[in-house]
């Protein structure tokens, strides 16, 4: 069987590009850079954590993270801090985080900033 365009391709991330284009948007990427790993000096937005930050023409958001491995010691409590910080985004209807271990994260996601604070620059 052929997938249609609704169909995923096997092996392919259900992962969709960000709302940049949102007025919302910046500001709850500013919400998840006040998220840290606690055991990274970095915040999650830098560290290539958040995947998709989706935004609603409603204003409901909802962001697609993973984390830097399944087994990580704050695996049930990262989703809520993230939807508490951007829950506090004025205009936001409402927040909803997934989490997802497809793509994996590597170090190749963090942004130049989080490289340069962990000297890999």
């Not at 997938?3 to 998840?32: F, N, Q, R, W």
């Not at 850079?33 to 958040?50: A, F, K, S």
Request: aromatic residues 6%.
């Amino acid at each position: 069987m052929t997938p249609t365009s609704e169909e995923p391709l096997e092996g392919t991330p259900l992962i969709k590009p960000s709302t940049t284009d949102h007025p919302l948007y910046e500001k709850v990427v500013e919400a998840c850079r006040t998220v840290y790993d606690p055991e990274i000096p970095v915040n999650i937005y830098d560290l290539g954590l958040v995947y998709t930050i989706e935004i609603s023409p409603e204003n409901d958001a909802k962001i697609i993270m993973t984390l830097t491995a399944p087994g990580c010691p704050v695996a049930g409590e990262m989703p809520g801090w993230v939807q508490d910080a951007v829950a506090c985004v004025g205009g936001l209807r409402d927040v909803d985080v997934e989490m997802t271990f497809d793509p994996q994260w590597g170090m190749d996601m963090m942004s130049d900033e989080a490289r340069l604070e962990l000297g890999f620059m």
